[in-house]
């Protein structure tokens, strides 16, 4: 076959139109079946649960994840801390958590399911800044009332290792605790409540 006289310029041309042509329909039948797997506009604002391993958390240790496009902090406390949080009852707001946002099952002196497993929004209920964890005792910028727990920096709020909040600071509310449950000894999923059997 002679292909002396062909125009090699303009078949090239072709191909690459037509690949480009191809492409953009490809795109185009393919957007709507990809958007069908999305989660829903109502799911996406809800926010989806977040599963969290805990199996190598050390005591003592806070790991932070995000949930809801904010972030939350998991605490493993230690037994002095655990003793420590019914001491200061009389210099909290509201030490029994009534007036503050938690799921029923972490309305306790603890403000947990597991006491030394301790969850919450890591954001200071007074103008949404992120306080710092200052776990350490009687520190010199902090003073010797304080017994370990979160600092917000912005405005000078105190909480403790429970979340709760001291009294004369800005913050009005303890620490909201987020739905969570335990699917196992190590894994925690936030954002879905504990299931309560009932016989």
């Known amino acids: 076959m002679n292909n002396e006289g062909v125009d090699k310029s303009k078949r090239q041309f072709l191909t690459s139109a037509l690949t480009v042509v191809g492409a953009v329909g490809t795109g185009y039948l393919a957007v709507p079946f990809l958007a069908q797997m999305q989660p829903s506009t109502k799911a996406m604002a809800a926010g989806a649960p977040v599963q969290v391993d805990i199996s190598k958390m050390e005591t003592g240790q806070l790991i932070r994840v995000a ?6 902090w998991i605490v493993n406390r230690t037994e002095e801390v655990l003793t420590t949080l019914s001491t200061l009852n009389d210099k909290l707001r509201d030490p029994l958590s009534n007036e503050s946002i938690q799921p029923p099952y972490s309305k306790n002196p603890n403000r947990s399911i597991k006491p030394d497993i ?9 103008l949404g800044c992120s306080p710092t964890f200052r776990p350490e005792i009687a520190p010199v910028d902090l003073g ?3 017994k370990g727990g979160f600092f917000c920096p912005c405005h000078g709020s105190w909480f403790d290792l429970a979340g709760r909040v001291y009294r004369g600071v800005p913050a009005p509310t303890n620490l909201e605790i987020p739905p969570h449950r335990y699917v196992n000894d ?5 954002g879905e409540d504990t299931v309560e059997k009932t016989a």
């Open 67 to 72: 949930w809801r496009g904010k972030p939350v």
């Open 118 to 126: 301790f969850i919450a929004v890591g954001l200071c209920t007074h």
């Open 144 to 146: 010797n009332d304080w």
């Open 186 to 190: 190590s894994l925690i999923i936030i």
